[in-house]
């Protein structure tokens, strides 16, 4: 059972628009911000965004973030057929000593 | 260009330990923090532990506090995760993974990997 709660799937036809979503609680995304990995099979977790809506060098500007509140939310725009991967949201957790928490992770196919 | 890599496959018997090494090169190791996250088989991310080479201070998730020791060696560039009291629900890959964007913070994103080290724990 993850911290971060997503949704295990997602789809869509290249070209379209596809959001993932990422719902967490006070002590994680609602006090700390949120990045984005995405995991190609057989690969190691990439970082896509970080600091809520911030890209890496190199990323597209295809790929944006967002946050509100508990909640956070990754889009894709443009879809691609190399976007299809596995997509984890992480966020700093401030109980305990503090610690880094994921979500489940959503596999994105592109159909 | 940073780059993290990490030791060889491993398999282990039930209740003995493992241990895996991270060697940085291409950036500042010491001043970034270094975080090791496994995944198991078909499953998510999960966070073990951290630690900021240059203070030498780890810091570990509750679930793994008393199991796991992270450590780190200036001189080599190199960082290690142990787990010992091996079950099965150990067997997973493990990453290594900096902390980068700002120096000295646990809480920096984790911007470069390693490629993974499959630990199967199995009698």
Redesign the interface.
């Given at each position: 059972q993850?911290v971060l709660t997503q949704p295990p799937s997602a789809s869509g036809t290249p070209g379209q628009r596809v959001t993932i979503s990422c719902s967490g609680s006070s002590s994680n995304i609602g006090s700390?911000t949120v990045?984005w990995?995405q995991q190609l099979p057989g690969t190691?977790?990439?970082?896509l965004i970080?600091?809520n809506n911030q890209r890496?060098s190199g990323v597209p500007d295809r790929f944006s973030g967002s946050k509100s509140g508990t909640s956070a939310s990754l889009a894709i725009s443009g879809l691609q057929s190399e976007d299809e991967a596995d997509y984890?949201c992480?966020a700093?957790d401030d109980s305990?000593?503090?610690?880094?928490?994921?979500?489940?992770?959503t596999k994105l196919t592109v159909l | 260009q940073v780059q993290l890599v990490q030791s060889g496959a491993e398999v282990k018997k039930p209740g003995s330990s493992v241990k895996v090494s991270c060697k940085a090169s291409g950036g500042t190791f010491s001043s970034y923090a270094i975080s090791w996250v496994r995944q198991a088989p078909g499953q998510g991310l999960e966070w073990m532990g951290g630690i900021i080479p240059i203070f030498g201070t780890a810091n570990y998730a509750q679930k793994f506090q008393g199991r796991v020791t992270i450590t780190a060696d200036e001189s080599t560039s190199t960082a290690y995760m142990e787990l010992s009291s091996l079950r099965s629900e150990d067997t997973a890959v493990y990453y290594c993974a900096r902390g980068g964007v700002r120096y000295f913070d646990f809480q920096a994103p984790l911007d470069y990997w390693g490629q993974g080290t499959l630990v199967t724990v199995s009698s």
């Amino acid at each position: 059972q993850s911290v971060l709660t997503q949704p295990p799937s997602a789809s869509g036809t290249p070209g379209q628009r596809v959001t993932i979503s990422c719902s967490g609680s006070s002590s994680n995304i609602g006090s700390n911000t949120v990045n984005w990995y995405q995991q190609l099979p057989g690969t190691a977790p990439k970082l896509l965004i970080y600091s809520n809506n911030q890209r890496p060098s190199g990323v597209p500007d295809r790929f944006s973030g967002s946050k509100s509140g508990t909640s956070a939310s990754l889009a894709i725009s443009g879809l691609q057929s190399e976007d299809e991967a596995d997509y984890y949201c992480a966020a700093w957790d401030d109980s305990l000593n503090g610690c880094w928490v994921f979500g489940g992770g959503t596999k994105l196919t592109v159909l | 260009q940073v780059q993290l890599v990490q030791s060889g496959a491993e398999v282990k018997k039930p209740g003995s330990s493992v241990k895996v090494s991270c060697k940085a090169s291409g950036g500042t190791f010491s001043s970034y923090a270094i975080s090791w996250v496994r995944q198991a088989p078909g499953q998510g991310l999960e966070w073990m532990g951290g630690i900021i080479p240059i203070f030498g201070t780890a810091n570990y998730a509750q679930k793994f506090q008393g199991r796991v020791t992270i450590t780190a060696d200036e001189s080599t560039s190199t960082a290690y995760m142990e787990l010992s009291s091996l079950r099965s629900e150990d067997t997973a890959v493990y990453y290594c993974a900096r902390g980068g964007v700002r120096y000295f913070d646990f809480q920096a994103p984790l911007d470069y990997w390693g490629q993974g080290t499959l630990v199967t724990v199995s009698s």
